[in-house]
C-alpha cells in the first residue's frame, strides 16, 4: 500500500513538472531595446535623439544604408540619396 502511494506520488510530481517552465530563452521571446519610429523624409538631416546611438543598432525598413550617413555621437541622420517615399520605418 505504502509503495502503491509513492508510485501515485511521483507519477502525479512529474506530470505536475510537465507544465513548469524554467528561463526561456531571448530567441524565445524575442527581447529588444529598440524603438520604433516614422521619419519624414523632408529635411536633408534629422535629430533622432537627445543623447548618442549605439553603432550598428539602427535599423531603416526598404532603406540601403549607403543612403544615409548617421551621426551616431550626436544622432542626427543626414540623407546621402532621398528614398521616393514621403516617410520611411526605422528602429532605433
Known sequence: MVL???????????????????????ALRQATNLRSVTLSIKQDSIALDTVSII????LFK?????????????????????????SVEGFI
Do not use: T
Open 55 to 58: 553603432p550598428h543598432s539602427f
Open 62 to 86: 526598404g532603406v540601403d544604408s549607403a543612403d544615409y550617413k548617421l551621426d551616431y555621437i550626436n544622432a542626427v541622420l543626414y540623407w546621402i540619396k532621398k528614398p521616393a517615399m514621403d
Open 4 to 26: 502503491m502511494r509513492r508510485i501515485i506520488l511521483c507519477i502525479l510530481f512529474s506530470i505536475a513538472l510537465l507544465g513548469v517552465y524554467g528561463q526561456e530563452s531571448i
